[in-house]
């Protein structure tokens, strides 16, 4: 019996061991003094791999963006060397318009804000489409895109006529994305919600003290694709 019990309690660990293998592997890249930092936008140059996920950490919970870099690799680009410079940290969704989308990505320091605004990229041409959840680069006109984005509330297709090229989408949180506080809507001077150019001057102190209750994204985290599991052949 007692030989019996010391062969099933074998079994039972090695069972576990082997289910243990089979999970996928995860990792993540941190912001790290091996990153560069996001003040200075010209060492921010990367190629971003082909596919990756980012999981965003915010005031009202987390959601991820998964990226296709075929889809607009500029915006992807830039996208991915601004999340691997934790550039995103303490950024505020300034500009919610529900049914519309939600934007964000001006520094709440002034003084990173400054050094962004002209490091523009060249447009990429639209391969996909503004759909529910698509994320895609702010532009005020051809080749002006630096730092700004918005998700799609809803299917916004008219805007892939004007320019915008969405380079990923929410894969995962979405509902999260959905409660962003949109009290403010449509930011000064055609609204009542934050003046961007405020925003680039004064940073975070404006608007923690004109407008207490914007959201904000405590964390951007690049997480890499799925590893296959140790006892995959094809690994």
């Known amino acids: 019996m007692i030989n019996l019990l010391c062969a099933l309690g074998l079994l039972a660990a090695v069972v576990a061991t082997k289910a243990e293998n089979a999970k996928p592997a995860v990792t993540r890249e941190k912001p790290s003094t091996a990153s560069p930092g996001f003040a200075d936008p010209a060492k921010l140059t990367a190629k971003a791999p082909a596919t990756f996920k980012v999981q965003f950490e915010t005031t009202k919970g987390k959601f991820t963006i998964e990226v296709t870099r075929s889809l607009a690799p500029n915006g992807a680009d830039r996208f991915y060397n601004l ?127 004109d407008f207490p209750n914007l959201d904000y994204i405590k964390s951007a985290t690049i997480v890499s694709r799925e590893l296959p599991a140790k006892n995959d052949p094809i690994r």
């Open 83 to 209: 999340v691997r410079s934790g550039y995103f940290t303490g950024v505020a969704f300034f500009r919610v318009i529900p049914g519309f989308m939600c934007q964000f990505g001006i520094h709440g320091d002034p003084s990173v804000s400054a050094k962004w605004r002209a490091a523009t990229i060249p447009d990429d041409p639209v391969k996909g489409s503004n759909t529910r959840g698509t994320i895609t680069f702010a532009t005020a006109g051809p080749n002006t895109r630096t730092t700004q984005l918005f998700i799609n509330f809803g299917d916004n297709t008219r805007l892939d006529s004007d320019g915008f090229a969405p380079f990923g989408k929410v894969s995962e949180g979405m509902n999260v994305v959905d409660k962003i506080n949109g009290e403010y809507g449509e930011g000064a001077p055609a609204g009542n919600g934050p003046d961007q150019m405020r925003i680039q001057r004064e940073g975070n102190a404006y608007l923690k003290k």
